[in-house]
Every structure is written in C-alpha cells, then in structure tokens.
C-alpha cells in the first residue's frame, strides 16, 4: 500500500476529446510526477509538480498538462487525443525531504483512444 | 543519467535464489543503483537503493561490483508473488525540491515457477 490511488482506473475515449486523470498522494508527499508506460515499455517521465508548480518535464507536447492542489490531490489532462495516447497513466509522489528516485506509484489509470 | 542493460528475461524455481544483474558501465561517482519491480497490474514499487556498498532490507539484497560497473539484486528465497518486471535504474539521491526523473528502460521479466 503506497498511499496513492488513482482515478478512474480505466477510460475509453475516441480520437480529438479530452481527458482528465486523478492522483491522491498522502499528507506531506508535496513532489508528484505522472509516467506514460505504454503496453510492453517501462514508464516515461511526463512531468514533475512540486507545491503546485510544475518544475521539470520530459519529452511530452504542450497538450500535456497538469495541476497539483494544495489537498495532495493533482490531475493530469490530455488535449486532443491521440491514438498513440492509449497506454497506462502512472502517478507518483515523494515525501519532502526524501531522496528523489525514491518515488511511491499508484496503480495507474488505463486510457485506451479509439 | 547512466543507460543500464538488463537481461530481457529469467527464470526461477520457487524458493531459490533470484539473482538479477545489471550493467551501468558509465556510472558516475555521484550516481546510485535504484530497483523498482511492477508486479502486473501494479504501478512500479521501489525495492531498494545502494552507491557503493551492499545494501540489503526485507525485500532485496543490491550487490554492486567494487568498479560500479555492474549489480545484482538478490530475492534470497523468491515466491510466486515474486513474479514481475524488475527495473534497474542509475540516477543521483538529490533530495529536497530537485527534479526527480525515474528513467526506466525495459527491465527483467522474472517468472518465478512452482
């Protein structure tokens, strides 16, 4: 048991609409990144939030996007959906204080795009 | 960060040991082996963590080669539960605010088998 969960746990959506993904990390976990893991890759890093702001991103386009709440809640949303969009959405968060690579995952979202 | 190689899959009998290598040749002196494993339909779980020293706790032994070159992690006595993708990632143990990316590659398929 992580402390994180994630919401819904799986999504159909067709091509063009837009997506909204939830995370809930425990008191005090104020750094949460989101990972895309496609079936048969490991995770890709999306993007890092810490205290509502975003501070590092990996190689996603601008219609990735995300918001972090001061309730150690955040979202992530997806603009436009594509096909290649389909994967599984992975949220993980890290107490304050903890080293970085040590991160505490839900067990994601499942998004397909049809 | 340092690339790693880990082999594409193994096996194990329940109750044996599970050794599980990985190549980092381009290390560098600042930089720690982290293992994560996902068990299927899980997110990824963080197992534990070393920069030069063998490391171990109640999940995992991490061997890592006196070069820093190369490790292994250790399931001492690996159970059906133990079955899952095992990742080796080489990142550096930064805390506080800094930009945590978890760069994960392929990973080791372990089976485990009655």
């Known amino acids: 048991e992580t402390g994180v969960t994630q919401s819904p746990t799986h999504l159909i959506k067709t091509r063009g609409q837009q997506v909204t993904l939830r995370c809930s990390s425990q008191s005090g976990h104020n750094t949460v990144s989101w990972y895309q893991q496609a079936l048969g890759q490991g995770p890709q890093f999306i993007f890092q939030?810490?205290?509502?702001?975003?501070?590092g991103r990996g190689n996603f386009p601008p219609r990735f996007s995300g918001l972090q709440f001061p309730n150690y809640s955040s979202e992530l949303n997806v603009n436009a959906l594509e096909l290649d969009d389909s994967a599984l959405y992975l949220c993980?968060?890290?107490?304050?204080?903890?080293?970085?690579?040590?991160?505490?995952f839900g067990a994601g979202t499942r998004l397909s795009v049809l | 960060d340092a690339k790693t190689t880990q082999p594409t899959s193994m096996d194990c009998a329940e109750g044996r040991a599970a050794n599980l290598p990985c190549n980092h040749s381009t290390i560098s002196g600042n930089e720690y082996v982290y293992w994560y494993r996902q068990i299927h339909s899980q997110g990824p779980q963080y197992i534990i963590h070393?920069?030069?020293n063998n490391e171990t706790n109640e999940m995992a032994s991490l061997i890592i080669t006196e070069d820093r070159k190369s490790s292994t992690l250790i399931l001492p006595h690996a159970t059906l539960r133990d079955t899952a993708v095992y990742y080796c990632?080489?990142?550096?143990?930064?805390?506080?605010?800094?930009?945590?990316?978890?760069?994960f590659g392929q990973g080791t398929i372990l089976t485990v088998h009655p």
């Open positions: 070393g920069l030069k």
């Open positions: 993980a968060s890290r107490p304050d204080g903890a080293a970085k690579n040590i991160q505490y």
């Open positions: 990632i080489v990142g550096s143990n930064a805390g506080g605010t800094s930009y945590g990316k978890l760069t």
């Open positions: 939030y810490y205290r509502e702001e975003e501070n």
